[in-house]
């Protein structure tokens, strides 16, 4: 491992290795320090558990009204998702190496590429990402609670919501204030459990499905497609990737980078690939569902079930909703240490439990549309994330040797305070992104009007003010994404290779 020569002076990074962190411990005390090496016991296999319970919610069949209201077909649709759902967490894999190489979340080892202050930019987009994703995944268990309830005759309204909103809330700032251990046991119960349960729902629901309706969808553009591959790629891996390198963290010094990634590619991508592709066959054989995802996703497919099948899939399916929840708050707690707030890390995650519990209450009960708001919100953070990805990934595969883990806490280490190079490739990717961007909620969202400037200046796409929507083939194929993820690749890739060399070599 390359790192500063040692001196009586020069400074260590945090370790937990005075902690009691153990894989039988509690609550896992750990913050963002170095993970001691005695307690770096996983295994490749063991990143399949967290990611494919994460990602076999049933919510991944909502995609498939998302895809196919893009205005392409169900053949095309299929290809885009397995495309886009696989490419995605590939992306997530290759971050996770960085959490074998360097034992530290995302976010900190992240500071090898933009400095140990310049981070704080990166990071502050990645804390909002994490906060709306575990409130959308929130919400979703809420609205389904409430459909399930009132579908059985148990009760409705109010009361039913304001139950539903507390108790998820409650399940999910526990499990995550608990930390890794209890989470990684229980992700790998909760990956049998809704595993079966969701094959079990396949079975039922497949009387649903017309193949004649499927097969008589008309055709998309070229263009329609990218814009659904990129709407795929936000809304699965992008949406993790910058968590990736936090369940890494634990990984044996030892381990193979190529089965990191395998193993991280396999269990996102597993579940989602089949739900999404089940999710347009069930959406393309009834229009009345495709336009019911919309407002609640999940309650809209537990419908299709008979009533003695209602309450064992509702369980399952929250706790599937719930599953990404504590995965997400877990890495925002993280995320939040890394940008300076000095709390322990289970009150850090306490702090985004609530801040998800205000954002779930406030749509359920006061915001008119969920999805819309939630998809524009994405594509909107998506890129800088994009941009940011791009950047890290080419950093990653670009370094021969594992981190100095004292410097990436030393603003003075070879990493230095700030690496203005990625920090304003990633502003000026993320305005340029945001000009080939534009809202596809303009309605239910209008607060993001103002992307897409970059269209009518490039002939991309011209804005009719009459009916208040963007005209042209490429208008709503969402370039700035791709954009922003390939040239910030790019970019770094080559304007930062001198640089990598010289910090390697052990130069501030």
Known sequence: MSSVPSSPSAPS??????????????VETTGIEIIAESERTARPRDLFWPWFAANVSVFGMSYGAYLLGAGISFVQASVVAVIGIVISFLLCGIIAIAGKRGSAPTMVLSRAAFGV???????????????????????????????????????????????AAIAIAAIIVIASVLGYHTIMRIQSVLTWATGAMTILF????????????????????????????VMVMTGFGLGWINISADWSRYQKRTASDGAIVFWNTLGGSAAPVILVVFGLLLAGSDPDISAKIAGDP????????????????????????????VNGIYSSGLTLLSLGIRVPRPAAAAVDGTILTLGTIWVVFFAQSFIGPFQSFLITLGVPIAA????????????????????????????????????????????????????????????????GYLLEPLGLGTWVADGAYWDGPWAYSNLGVLFALVF?????????RGTIRRQEAGQA
């Open 388 to 451: 940011w990805a791009g950047i890290l990934i080419a950093d990653i595969l670009t370094r021969r040797r594992d981190y100095d883990e004292a410097a990436l806490f030393d603003a003075n280490g070879r990493y230095g305070a700030f690496d203005w190079t990625s920090i304003a490739t990633m502003v000026v990717l993320s305005v340029i992104g945001w000009g080939l961007v534009v809202n596809n909620y303009a309605e239910d969202a209008p607060w993001n009007n103002w992307q």
């Open 117 to 163: 202050h310049g981070q704080k930019v990166p990071g502050i987009v990645s804390w909002l990402t994490s906060i709306g994703w575990e409130t959308m995944l929130a919400i979703s268990a809420v609205l389904a609670t409430a459909t399930v309830f009132q579908a059985l005759g148990l009760a409705s309204g109010t009361a039913v919501l304001v139950i």
């Open 488 to 496: 910030g690749f790019l970019i770094t890739f080559i304007a930062r």
């Open 298 to 325: 999940v309650g809209t497919l537990v419908t299709l079930l008979p009533l003695w099948a209602l309450i064992p899939f509702w369980i399952v399916a929250v706790l599937t909703l719930v599953s990404g929840a």
């Open 13 to 26: 990074a945090p370790s937990s290795a005075q902690r009691s962190d153990r894989p039988g411990a509690l």
């Open 202 to 229: 396949m079975i039922l629901t497949i009387p649903h499905i017309h193949w004649d309706q499927v097969a008589s969808i008309p055709s998309g553009t070229p263009q329609q497609m990218i814009g659904a591959l």
